[in-house]
């Protein structure tokens, strides 16, 4: 293990090397909006923004953050296609910790409004990095990068999401005590057209016997990954790890949320890619709609 200054993408960041033969430990994500994010080293996490009742991830205390990290927050899995084979790579995940020789690094930058996860994967020269980011007009930014350091040519398979997406309008104490309950009221749909995923309530958790409708959403989208088709759940990922086939995800109901990218690439010796998904809380029909048209529109979205 090692603790080091290192420069990034015109930044100081701080490093530490390895940071996975250390205990799992707990940090925050500042922001100079209203975002907050609790994540732990092992990548599990909690954020939202203004309070716990608008929430993107679920809001609970930090050893179950640290025990749910394999179904909460970022998930990637790579089908490498190399030497007349198809090899998969789950970066970050336990359960291929004996499969390939691998080194894990984490990274903060000097602001505290950033945090990077790394692995470099040495046997198939290939490191997979994904960053936490904020927007005050978009809401959470997750950035993705894959870097094939090897003198291979290697056409790759990506499914890469975040998990256990909430909706907006379950409280944090409604989420606490009953989130299978609450998991029942969930949909999930997909606006194919721009790849715009919505979150929300079937109806408003109440008891009683009156109609109450959610009029609100969390919205999640992505860019930078050419015709991906798009999962909303992560009922298939067993699939995508036995190399089975899976399909789009239009409208998924009474399950948790997620986000998933699927697409194939290119990646020739010594190149990266480049993508993200993008993720907000608290939004009214207009502003959905309205994040609708400006992704059909496609103009400088990345640097907006």
């Not at 903060?108 to 198939?124: P, Q, R, S, V, W």
């Not at 089975?244 to 010796?269: C, M, N, R, S, W």
Request: glycine share 6%.
């Amino acid at each position: 293990m090692e603790i080091i200054i290192t420069e990034f993408e015109k930044e100081s960041w701080f490093k530490i090397g390895n940071h996975d033969l250390l205990r799992p430990f707990f940090m925050n994500v500042v922001s100079d909006s209203n975002h907050w994010l609790f994540i732990s080293s092992n990548g599990g996490l909690s954020a939202g923004r203004k309070n716990a009742e608008y929430a993107l991830f679920p809001y609970y205390t930090e050893d179950k953050l640290m025990s749910l990290a394999n179904t909460t927050g970022s998930k990637t899995i790579l089908q490498v296609a190399w030497n007349n084979g198809v090899h998969v790579w789950e970066p970050f995940s336990e359960s291929y910790v004996n499969k390939y020789k691998t080194s894990k690094n984490l990274y903060k930058n000097a602001y505290g409004n950033k945090i990077m996860f790394e692995e470099k994967n040495h046997d198939l020269g290939l490191t997979f990095r994904y960053q936490w980011n904020t927007s005050h007009r978009f809401g959470f930014v997750r950035k993705a990068e894959l870097i094939n350091t090897s003198g291979n040519k290697y056409g790759i398979t990506v499914l890469d999401g975040i998990q256990n997406i909430m909706p907006y309008g379950i409280e944090s104490g409604m989420q606490m005590a009953a989130s299978n309950l609450a998991d029942a009221y969930k949909r999930s749909e997909l606006i194919s057209e721009t790849g715009l995923a919505i979150f929300a309530l079937s109806a408003i958790i109440v008891d009683k016997a009156e109609p109450s409708e959610a009029l609100k959403a969390n919205i999640t989208w992505s860019l930078g990954l050419e015709s991906p088709k798009y999962l909303l759940s992560s009922l298939q990922l067993g699939r995508f790890r036995k190399k089975q086939a899976i399909t789009e995800e239009y409208d998924i109901k009474g399950e948790k949320g997620a986000y998933f990218v699927h697409a194939d690439i290119q990646l020739p010796a010594e190149s990266s890619k480049k993508w993200m998904i993008v993720a907000n809380v608290n939004q009214n029909h207009s502003q959905v709609i309205g994040c609708h048209e400006l992704l059909k529109k496609k103009e400088d979205l990345e640097k907006k």
